[in-house]
C-alpha cells in the first residue's frame, strides 16, 4: 500500500513561515488533504484538495503541490498554531485512505 | 452533522468488541464512512470505510481479517466488530466521513477508547 512521509517536527519562531513537506507516489493522481489537531482535540482540515481553504480558516494557511510531494504553509505563524499537522490521500487505486505519519509544529 | 461513537472500553487480548457510530443532521444512506483510529501520543490510522451502502469494504492492513465494519442505514448507524484484539489495538476510534457534509468538511465524532489489556 501507498505511504505518506512527512518530517516528525518543525520549529519556527513567531512571524515566520512554516512549510510542512508530504510526499508520496500517489500523490501527482490523488488529491491530499492536511488536518490540524491541537492537543486533545478532533483533527480539522486546514487545507482540502490539495490548495483549497475552508471557510474560517485563516488566510495564513496555504498549500501547494508538485509531483509526488504537496506543502503546507503558514505564513506568519503564530503561536496558536502549534498543533500536530497530518496530510492524508488516498492509494493508487483510490480504495484506500493513507495519513502521513504527521508533524509536530513548534511555534517559539 | 454528529457522529457519536459507543461501544468502547477495556478488553482482554483475543477479546471482541463492537464499536457504534449514530449519525444525524444528514442524509446518512448518501454518504460513505470510515473509521480512523489514534493510540495515545501516537498519530493518525485509517481503520475501514465502507461505500453508501456496505457493498464496497475496505481494511487497513493491522486489522484485515479480524475487523469488519457495517451500517445499518435504517438506525443511521455505523459499527465496527473488532475480533481478536490485540495490545496493538488500544487507541480512540473516530467514526469519519472524508467529504462534504452539509458544508462542513470531514465531521469527525469525539471518539470512544478502546484499552485491549491483560
Known amino acids: 500500500s501507498s505511504e505518506l512521509t512527512q518530517p516528525p517536527s518543525v520549529s519556527v519562531s513567531p512571524g515566520q513561515t512554516a512549510r510542512i513537506t508530504c510526499s508520496g507516489d500517489s500523490l501527482p493522481k490523488k488529491y491530499a488533504y492536511w488536518y490540524q489537531q491541537k492537543s486533545g482535540q478532533v483533527p480539522v482540515v486546514v487545507i482540502y484538495?490539495?490548495?483549497k481553504r475552508p471557510s474560517g480558516i485563516p488566510e495564513r494557511f496555504s498549500g501547494s503541490s508538485s509531483g509526488t510531494m504537496v506543502t503546507l504553509a503558514i505564513s506568519g505563524a503564530q503561536v496558536e498554531d502549534e498543533a500536530d499537522y497530518y496530510c492524508?490521500?488516498?492509494?493508487?487505486?483510490?480504495?484506500?485512505?493513507?495519513f502521513g505519519g504527521g508533524t509536530k509544529l513548534t511555534v517559539l | 452533522v454528529q457522529l457519536v461513537e459507543s461501544g468502547g472500553g477495556v478488553v482482554r487480548p483475543g477479546g471482541s468488541l463492537r464499536l457504534s457510530c449514530a449519525a444525524s443532521?444528514?442524509?446518512?444512506?448518501?454518504?460513505?464512512m470510515n473509521w480512523v483510529r489514534q493510540a495515545p501520543g501516537k498519530g493518525l490510522e485509517w481503520v475501514s470505510s465502507?461505500?453508501?451502502?456496505?457493498?464496497?469494504?475496505g481494511y487497513g492492513d493491522a486489522v484485515k481479517g479480524r475487523f469488519t465494519i457495517s451500517r445499518d442505514n435504517a438506525k443511521n448507524s455505523l459499527y465496527l466488530q473488532m475480533n481478536s484484539l490485540r495490545v496493538e489495538d488500544t487507541a480512540l476510534y473516530y467514526c469519519?466521513?472524508?467529504?462534504?457534509?452539509?458544508?462542513?468538511?470531514?465531521?469527525w465524532g469525539q471518539g470512544t477508547l478502546v484499552t485491549v489489556s491483560s
Open positions: 492524508y490521500s488516498t492509494d493508487s487505486g483510490g480504495d484506500h485512505v493513507v
Open positions: 484538495e490539495d490548495s
Open positions: 469519519v466521513i472524508f467529504g462534504m457534509v452539509g458544508g462542513e468538511i470531514d465531521p
Open positions: 443532521g444528514f442524509t446518512f444512506h448518501e454518504y460513505g
Open positions: 465502507t461505500n453508501w451502502n456496505g457493498d464496497n469494504t
